[in-house]
């Protein structure tokens, strides 16, 4: 059948553990686009980061980003969908992050906001080579609940900038992988049905607003476009992409998958690592 519309995760389905694009994956998306195919990227990364990616695959258009929190065109800039989380609950899962020893970042407006510096914000960074602004606010669960403001984290002598907290699009909390599983599944349980927890790598763990998804941001995306959910192709490897992958016309999971991406796909695809983004690109929409 030809697809209409590809969604295609960023982190260990387009981008290897090195951050490389590999060139075959690159020129398959670009015939994909030619044959009239609109390509996305669906990721849990912010807006800055994800269009630096756009640029490198000629993705112009509306991207998906914070998880399905955020939609906004990587052309203008215009957001045509946001669902941040609440502030009251964010500051709540800040409080309980931090008496478990815990590293969070907020995401408010583009920028990171943390509570101390530590060496989990210099790893985080190290995936990141846009090097996102940092705000550093000492209580950061009071500021965000009382919507107060902060300076940048290292900022130069005489730089007076302060910015003023808002309700974060997400929360995102570092830790070793045993324990990023742990507080994840402890965090579902005391939030569940007011926060939507996951993780994105195994020491990422993240929370949003309920009922955000790589999937609901694209089923509104493909609606907004008049596409149907059978015209979609929805690629991905861990457990933030399982909405995506279960609402898509046709699923895919990376060869690299975890097993529970892999269990409800509609096939796997070879790895990261072997290009598994361009050979599904071949068979199901070039030779489609």
């Not at 950061?140 to 609940?145: H, R």
């Not at 974060?168 to 570092?174: G, I, R």
């Amino acid at each position: 059948m030809p697809y209409k519309l590809l969604a295609l995760d960023l982190d260990g389905t387009v981008l290897d553990a090195q951050l490389q694009l590999a060139p075959e994956v690159a020129t398959a998306i670009a015939a994909a686009q030619a044959r009239g195919v609109y390509v996305t990227i669906a990721t849990g990364r912010m807006f800055g980061s994800t269009i630096q990616f756009a640029r490198q695959l000629n993705i112009d258009g509306p991207l998906i980003c914070f998880q399905g929190a955020l939609i906004r065109d990587s052309r203008d800039g215009a957001i045509s969908y946001h669902v941040p989380t609440p502030a009251d609950l964010a500051a709540e899962a800040i409080e309980l992050l931090h008496a478990a020893g815990l590293f969070v970042l907020a995401y408010i407006d583009e920028r990171l906001w943390v509570a101390e510096q530590r060496a989990e914000l210099d790893l985080y960074l190290g995936w990141h080579p846009e090097q996102p602004e940092v705000v550093l606010a000492p209580n950061l669960a009071d500021t965000i609940a009382r919507g107060a403001s902060a300076g940048l984290l290292g900022a130069p002598a005489g730089d007076t900038r302060r910015f003023r907290a808002g309700p974060p699009t997400k929360l995102m909390f570092v830790a070793e992988p045993a324990l990023a599983e742990r507080e994840t599944a402890r965090l579902a349980l005391h939030f569940a049905g007011r926060l939507a927890v996951m993780r994105s790598h195994a020491m990422f763990g993240e929370l949003t607003a309920p009922g955000v998804s790589k999937g609901a941001a694209l089923a509104q995306l493909a609606a907004h476009m008049g596409i149907a959910r059978e015209d979609v192709i929805a690629i991905g490897d861990h457990e933030n992409d399982l909405p995506m992958i279960a609402w898509a016309g046709l699923g895919l999971a990376m060869g690299n998958a975890i097993p529970q991406a892999q269990s409800i796909a509609d096939a796997v695809i070879p790895s990261v690592d072997a290009c598994g983004v361009a050979w599904a690109i071949e068979h199901y929409i070039l030779k489609g």
